[in-house]
């Protein structure tokens, strides 16, 4: 059973920097594209950005020059560093996963940007 664990989520003060981590367990197969998603309150689930099993990235705009995502194939792993941090960034963070045409979610893990 393919399991997706998210951690490194704190409280932060604007301009602070912080590193989440993604990792995932339990599947026979490769993962595909590892993406980031968060949620605030109230509002829907956005894209943060994704990378492939090549180590191509791509980002949303209101990320882009502060947040990098990297991946570690032979661990499984996913990492979004984000640097800059905005109270606007204060949400829920999640990983997914894609495996053989099937995404996998975490759980999610909170970051919160306040002074």
């Known amino acids: 059973q393919v399991q997706v664990v998210e951690s490194g989520g704190a409280l932060v003060q604007p301009g602070g920097s912080l590193r989440l981590s993604c990792e995932v367990s339990g599947s026979s197969f490769s993962i595909s594209a590892m993406s980031w998603y968060r949620q605030a309150p109230g509002k829907q689930r956005e894209a943060v950005g994704f990378i492939t099993d090549g180590g191509s990235t791509n980002y949303a705009e209101s990320v882009k020059g502060r947040f990098t995502i990297s991946r570690d194939n032979a661990k499984n792993t996913m990492q979004l560093q984000m640097n800059n941090l905005r109270p606007d960034d204060t949400a829920v963070y999640f990983c997914?996963?894609?495996?053989?045409?099937?995404?996998?979610w975490g759980q999610g893990t909170q970051v919160t940007v306040s002074s």
């Open positions: 997914l996963a894609l495996i053989r045409g099937r995404n996998y």
